[in-house]
């Protein structure tokens, strides 16, 4: 009972033994059920997640949220699915079908084959690949395709520019994501996600700690990757009514929209993974499911984090946005990618600084190498701050100095 998937997949080997099945026949049909398992884990926690943002989204701003169909709403997002799904199934006239009706299941697909390498556990994943962080890289691009896809593929001026807004949005924070994404496997030494949740056993082992900006500059590049709020231009209703998909209808749309959901849970999975340790806890080695009860706990959290944004933050202006990966996020992901490793080059062997209940499950170890990153990092992030907080003062006194150079705004019309 404390490793149950484990204990079925070995009846199951057992039972197709007893039938003379082959040995690779059945294998086959354990890696079926295994997908099945995963995909399906995936959906369904993406129909909960509707459910609980928009609850969570209502109470944060004094309202009540969905309670009428079912007990506290829970089966809302059903009946929006069954509504969804009987909505007629629209294709404008000169559409590109193929891609056109291609773009919505890549959107998901490409978030379902990063589902396929998260390790729930030490025992309880997919696929273990030893470049499994090159792999999340590859396949999470798929979605920037599929954006671009539906927009151009709709003819739609609307959607084209919505698609080519959000394929800028897109390229341009996968810079800083991906150099913040190399910072746990400098860490850790490997790119396999088992191996870089292994090296975070105790509580300041987390690579959070030894790099709170990595894992900073990491989650707001994924929020800005899904496009939510407050970097959702890509759904600019004010000025490309609802972007790239614009055009879709019915089961189509619903697609894009579970991609964006799952999506921004996977956001919640892969922080926990990288940087707070995964299934990493106490007890976890004497009860194994105690895993996977740590590893959605920490992805909940940081999914929780999103929904408070989406709910509290305004939208703001694209070239802020673009003006924030560009000038800010992409330097100090830079400066820390080069400082990260040496500075762990000459403090790997130093030893341990400070130790709290040694040989207990909870036990604190402070080693030199984690001391010494954690400061790095906080010296790069104040003088960051300090470099914004002086270019941001000079800018201003330069306004005021010379007022003529500012955008001149069109006097208001006057009233009839």
């Given at each position: 009972m404390m490793d149950p998937l484990v204990a079925l997949g070995d009846w199951l080997l057992s039972l197709a033994a007893k039938i003379n099945l082959p040995p690779a026949v059945s294998q086959v049909i354990l890696y079926l059920l295994g997908?099945?398992?995963?995909?399906?884990?995936?959906?369904?926690?993406?129909?909960?997640?509707?459910?609980?943002?928009?609850?969570?989204?209502?109470?944060?701003?004094?309202?009540?949220?969905?309670?009428?169909?079912?007990?506290?709403?829970?089966?809302?997002?059903?009946?929006?699915?069954?509504?969804?799904?009987?909505?007629?199934?629209?294709?404008?006239a000169a559409a590109d079908k193929v891609a056109y009706n291609i773009a919505p299941i890549l959107a998901v697909v490409s978030v379902l084959l990063i589902w396929a390498v998260i390790p729930f556990t030490s025992v309880w994943y997919g696929t273990k690949l030893n470049v499994a962080v090159l792999y999340i890289a590859a396949v999470g691009s798929f979605g920037v395709l599929a954006v671009l896809m539906a927009g151009w593929s709709s003819n739609n001026k609307y959607a084209l520019l919505g698609a080519f807004r959000a394929v800028s949005q897109l390229i341009s924070y996968e810079v800083p994501l991906f150099l913040s994404l190399l910072v746990p496997v400098l860490l850790a030494r490997s790119m396999d996600i088992s191996v870089i949740v292994e090296k975070q056993g105790s509580f300041l082992e987390m690579f959070v700690v030894a790099a709170p900006l990595a894992a900073l500059l990491f989650f707001i590049s994924s929020v800005a990757e899904v496009g939510r709020t407050p970097f959702d231009l890509l759904e600019a209703e004010s000025e490309i009514v609802a972007g790239y998909h614009i055009e879709y209808s019915g089961f189509k749309f619903g697609m894009f929209q579970a991609g964006e959901f799952m999506h921004t849970f996977t956001i919640g999975a892969l922080t926990a993974l990288l940087f707070l340790g995964g299934w990493q806890g106490p007890l976890v080695d004497q009860y194994p499911i105690l895993g996977l009860v740590y590893?959605?706990?920490?992805?909940?959290?940081?999914?929780?984090?999103?929904?408070?944004?989406?709910?509290?933050?305004?939208?703001?202006?694209?070239?802020?946005?673009?003006?924030?990966?560009?000038?800010?996020?992409?330097?100090?992901a830079l400066v820390l990618l080069m400082l990260t490793p040496l500075v762990d080059y000459f403090t790997k062997d130093l030893g341990v600084l400070f130790s709290a209940f040694p040989g207990s499950p909870g036990e604190l170890t402070l080693t030199w190498r984690t001391a010494a990153l954690l400061l790095t990092n906080l010296v790069v992030g104040i003088g960051a701050l300090d470099i914004i907080r002086r270019t941001s003062k000079r800018n201003t006194k330069a306004r005021q100095r010379f007022p003529e150079r500012a955008v001149a705004r069109p006097p208001k019309e006057e009233a009839a």
């Open positions: 997908v099945s398992v995963i995909a399906t884990v995936a959906l369904v926690i993406t129909i909960f997640n509707t459910w609980l943002e928009r609850k969570i989204a209502a109470r944060l701003q004094d309202r009540i949220g969905p309670n009428r169909v079912g007990p506290w709403g829970l089966l809302q997002p059903i009946a929006d699915a069954i509504k969804m799904l009987t909505k007629e199934d629209t294709t404008p590893f959605m706990g920490k992805s909940f959290a940081v999914y929780f984090v999103t929904m408070w944004m989406r709910s509290t933050l305004p939208r703001i202006r694209i070239d802020h946005m673009q003006a924030l990966n560009w000038k800010i996020l992409v330097p100090v």
